[in-house]
């Protein structure tokens, strides 16, 4: 069944597969896969895009799209549309466990993952896309080739394709199989809806707070009276322990910030809690042979914010082009990616990873917030920070604090 206001994705069942043979197999539709499938498919390659879960479906997530989700959707045309559909605020503030605060200029839009994502399901099979309804139950990787065993319920198809764009999420299994990733999580993050009758901000909300470190909590409003809610515990990543992450949504609702919006309002549902892969860690490489990862699946999210939908975005289309680069002749779309990942995002995450290490510790989150208030410079920075124009550790880091003491 189609979801309220959700129109369908051009999915169909693994009965109607066409062909057993493609150019490109792109396994998983949420952001990555559905960019990397309508990219290929605009160069006309043959591109059969399956998913296990029948869409529309939901994922969990904050549901924020920031600068980066922005930058992407305009390239990919989609932008003018979801802002259209979504809910657009003017800004993001997080909130440091001093209680000082810091703004970050917008526009952010939030809108429910199952509205997102079938936006881009439709957009890929638009371009061209054969999208079926199918689990990747086992991979054999030949190098040059892969042969794929698909399956839907009892059914099942074997497909060979010249490549394999491995867009399955966060969850470890194919990743691990193909030699991609290794390890655990880097974090474990829990969302809940809340509907309430209290007034919500019209900003993106960020809380640290000792209860909640480390990590951060998250209101982020969907409009009518509902906001997305959730906390996110870095303790794996930073190797800092803290409380489990369900009594830190408790936590988050306590927080004389929010408190009111919990006292007034009511869960839809029971929070449901996923897993977190960000700044590659635990990934061994990108790319091998005939298999391409992008999205969560190679850990390609933010360090410190967690923003995921960006990046699944660009690293879907950095292996589209990687594959368009070398179709017809003998080079290495792997190695071409693996280049790109290394020149054109390695640095991002470098920034973010050492923001994100810096942020677990609550006191050093209230200096940094306090050095911003007093330093225009830094103040500045920080708004430059989520365009990714500027290093992180140019707010988080020793220096700044001498900045914001020097007040420059
Ligand atoms: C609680 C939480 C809050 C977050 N909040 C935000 C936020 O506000 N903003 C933001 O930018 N990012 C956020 N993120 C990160 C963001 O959700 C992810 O980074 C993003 O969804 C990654 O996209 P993806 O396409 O790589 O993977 P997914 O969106 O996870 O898509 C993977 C797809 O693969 C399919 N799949 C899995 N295994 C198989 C298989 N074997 N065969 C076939 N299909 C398969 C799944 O059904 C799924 O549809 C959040 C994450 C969490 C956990």
């Not at 605009?42 to 969990?60: C, M, W, Y």
């Not at 997305?228 to 936590?251: C, E, F, K, T």
Request: proline share 6%; hydrophobic share 45%; with cysteine.
């Amino acid at each position: 069944m189609t979801a309220p206001g959700v129109r369908s994705s051009g999915q169909t069942a693994l009965a109607e597969l066409p062909s057993a043979s493609v150019e490109v197999l792109v396994a998983g539709a949420g952001p990555a896969g559905a960019a990397a499938a309508g990219r290929l498919a605009d160069a006309g390659l043959d591109v059969l895009l399956v998913d296990r879960a029948r869409f529309p479906r939901t994922k969990v997530c904050g549901e924020g799209l920031g600068h980066d989700a922005r930058h992407h959707l305009e390239r990919l045309g989609l932008w003018d549309g979801i802002a259209a559909a979504g809910h657009v605020l003017p800004a993001a503030r997080a909130l440091a466990p001093t209680g000082r605060s810091v703004a970050v200029p917008g526009p952010f839009v939030t809108l429910p993952r199952a509205d997102l994502d079938a936006r881009l399901a439709r957009w890929a099979v638009g371009r061209g896309a054969v999208f079926v309804r199918a689990g990747v139950r086992t991979v054999d990787d030949a190098g040059r080739s892969v042969s794929v065993v698909l399956a839907e319920g009892r059914r099942e198809r074997i497909v060979r394709a010249r490549w394999l764009v491995l867009a399955t999420g966060a969850a470890p299994g194919l990743g691990t199989g193909l030699g991609l990733v290794r390890g655990g999580p880097t974090a474990v993050a829990l969302r809940g809806h809340l509907e309430t009758q209290a007034t919500l901000p019209d900003e993106l909300l960020g809380l640290f707070a000792r209860s909640l470190a480390p990590g951060y909590g998250w209101v982020f409003p969907l409009g009518g009276g509902r906001c997305n809610v959730g906390a996110v515990a870095w303790d794996a990543g930073v190797g800092r322990r803290g409380p489990p992450v369900s009594r830190r949504l408790a936590r988050l609702s306590a927080h004389p910030a929010v408190r009111g919006l919990f006292d007034r309002g009511r869960l839809e549902a029971r929070p449901r809690a996923a897993q977190v892969r960000s700044g590659l860690r635990g990934v061994l490489t990108p790319a091998r042979g005939a298999v391409l990862g992008v999205g969560d699946a190679i850990a390609a999210a933010l360090p410190l914010t967690n923003e995921g939908i960006g990046k699944a975005l660009e690293t879907g289309l950095i292996a589209a082009e990687a594959i368009v680069a070398v179709r017809g002749g003998d080079g290495d779309a792997a190695g071409l990616y693996c280049t790109r990942i290394e020149r054109e995002l390695a640095p991002v995450y470098r920034g973010f990873l050492a923001a994100e290490r810096w942020a677990a510790r609550p006191w050093l989150v209230g200096l940094a917030a306090w050095c911003v208030a007093r330093s225009p410079r830094l103040a500045e920075g920080l708004a430059r920070i989520v365009t990714e124009a500027h290093d992180p550790r140019e707010v988080f880091s020793v220096r700044a604090v001498l900045d914001g003491v020097l007040r420059r």
